[in-house]
T-cell receptor, first 109, second 116 residues
Framework: GQNIDQPTEMTATEGAIVQINCTYQTSGFNGLFWYQQHAGEAPTFLSYNVLDGLEEKGRFSSFLSRSKGYSYLLLKELQMKDSASYLCVCLDSNYQLIWGAGTKLIIKP | ETGVTQTPRHLVMGMTNKKSLKCEQHLGHNAMYWYKQSAKKPLELMFVYSLEERVENNSVPSRFSPECPNSSHLFLHLHTLQPEDSALYLC???????????????FGAGSRLTVL
């Protein structure tokens, strides 16, 4: 079957760096998304990776290793507003979205 | 208004009630989706519409009935629901159906449904 694994919850300190990992097993692979979802709000697109390597967007970076079935989202200089759930999503061989259950990130002062 | 708007934001209903969720997108997208989000579970795709035609129905119980009168509006009609149907129902839109790096989903904030 198809499966996305990511930690249920993580805690980090304001100003620090946190890495949220995601491993996947899918029927084929056509890319991986990260979405951010604040409590009670819409999920919003953060990043898309289809090739191996690191993509940087300001304080957020996303990494992909296709051979390892692994991705991570790196958040630097954490701010209180980064407290949210982070959803890892894969595109399988049929271009269907396979969703992870999300990682709830708690930022403490 | 811009983006994807869902109403109502919160809904409480009894098992014998009939209610509807509404979604409206102002992005000029041609595909619209209903997802169910339960606590600590992955998003579950329920329905996909492309240019008002249903293109996917993921074995959703008949007590959920979608309607897409035009490419900007999507409804989810609810009747004789069960308590386990309590969840956040998310609407999304994209340029066209199917996923890709160039076809990112834009979500609404969701309708929080509680079935008593």
């Amino acid at each position: 079957g198809q499966n996305i694994d990511q930690p249920t919850e993580m805690t980090a300190t304001e100003g620090a760096i946190v890495q949220i990992n995601c491993t996947y097993q899918t029927s084929g692979f056509n890319g991986l998304f990260w979405y951010q979802q604040h409590a009670g709000e819409a999920p919003t697109f953060l990043s898309y990776n289809v090739l191996d390597g690191l993509e940087e967007k300001g304080r957020f970076s996303s990494f992909l290793s296709r051979s390892k079935g692994y991705s991570y989202l790196l958040l630097k200089e954490l701010q209180m507003k980064d407290s949210a759930s982070y959803l890892c999503v894969c595109l399988d061989s049929n271009y269907q979205l396979i969703w992870g259950a999300g990682t709830k990130l708690i930022i403490k002062p | 208004e811009t983006g994807v708007t869902q109403t109502p934001r919160h809904l409480v209903m009894g098992m014998t009630n009939k209610k509807s969720l509404k979604c409206e997108q102002h992005l000029g997208h041609n595909a619209m989706y209903w997802y169910k989000q339960s606590a600590k579970k992955p998003l579950e795709l329920m329905f996909v519409y492309s240019l008002e035609e249903r293109v996917e129905n993921n074995s959703v119980p008949s007590r959920f009935s979608p309607e897409c009168p035009n490419s900007s509006h999507l409804f989810l009609h609810l009747h004789t629901l069960q308590p386990e149907d309590s969840a956040l129902y998310l609407c999304a839109s994209s340029q066209r159906p199917g996923g890709s790096g160039a076809n990112v989903l834009t979500f609404g904030a969701g309708s929080r449904l509680t079935v008593l």
